[in-house]
T-cell receptor
Framework: AQSVAQPEDQVNVAEGNPLTVKCTYS??????LFWYVQYPNRGLQFLLK??????LVKGSYGFEAEFNKSQTSFHLKKPSALVSDSALYFC????????????FGQGTTLQVKP | DAGITQSPRYKITETGRQVTLMCHQT?????MFWYRQDLGHGLRLIYY???????DKGEVPDGYVVSRSKTENFPLTLESATRSQTSVYFC??????????????FGDGTRLSIL
């Protein structure tokens, strides 16, 4: 069965420091991977995706993610965190049935402190 | 403005009542989805639809009914609400199928409380 795991419920980082939000996946074949961000009382917003090609994917708001096939990971990163990056982050993998269904991780709360 | 709109944003009702959550998208996306978000569970798929008049169950469909008579609308109905259905509900849409690398676009959610 396909699954996504986000091992940390919360990540705390100081403003200006680099941040990493971890995601590991379990799928057969090549995965389609996504990161979304959710601000309070809002829906999920798409940040970036990995489909194929370069293992380092760049997305919105200065975020990037590194795909590592051998470690089955897709960690979200940013070189310098902002207080405004504080939000709930979801990793997701596309279901292979070609219906477009997404399988989400549990979510990681990112707290950036000034 | 183009986008995906959910209504109402907040709803309080009582157990046993029927309640319908509305979802409307202006992109003409073929696929639409309903999720519920609960602490500790992330987002779980309730139902999805590939096109008008085509719907299918997701991970947690029990107690819910959907319909899709028009491409742009995908209402979710709780036929007899239970307290366990207290949650935040999100609707999403996407261009998918053969374009299945495209992201889903989410509405801002409906916060439903069942007393």
């Amino acid at each position: 069965a396909q699954s996504v795991a986000q091992p940390e419920d919360q990540v705390n980082v100081a403003e200006g420091n680099p941040l990493t939000v971890k995601c590991t996946y379990s799928v057969s074949g090549n995965p389609y991977l996504f990161w979304y961000v959710q601000y309070p009382n809002r829906g999920l917003q798409f940040l970036l995706k990995y489909i194929t090609g370069d293992n380092l994917v760049k997305g919105s708001y200065g975020f990037e993610a590194e795909f590592n096939k051998s470690q089955t990971s897709f960690h979200l990163k940013k070189p310098s965190a902002l207080v405004s990056d504080s939000a709930l982050y979801f990793c997701a993998v596309r279901d292979k049935s070609n219906t477009g269904k997404l399988i989400f991780g549990q979510g990681t709360t990112l707290q950036v402190k000034p | 403005d183009a986008g995906i709109t959910q209504s109402p944003r907040y709803k309080i009702t009582e157990t046993g009542r029927q309640v319908t959550l509305m979802c409307h998208q202006t992109w003409s996306h073929s696929y639409m989805f309903w999720y519920r978000q609960d602490l500790g569970h992330g987002l779980r798929l309730i139902y999805y639809s590939a096109a008008a008049d085509i719907t299918d169950k997701g991970e947690v469909p029990d107690g819910y009914v959907v319909s899709r008579s028009k491409t742009e609308n995908f209402p979710l109905t709780l036929e007899s609400a239970t307290r366990s259905q207290t949650s935040v509900y999100f609707c999403a849409s996407s261009v998918t199928g053969i374009y299945s690398n495209q992201p889903q676009h989410f509405g801002d959610g409906t916060r439903l409380s069942i007393l």
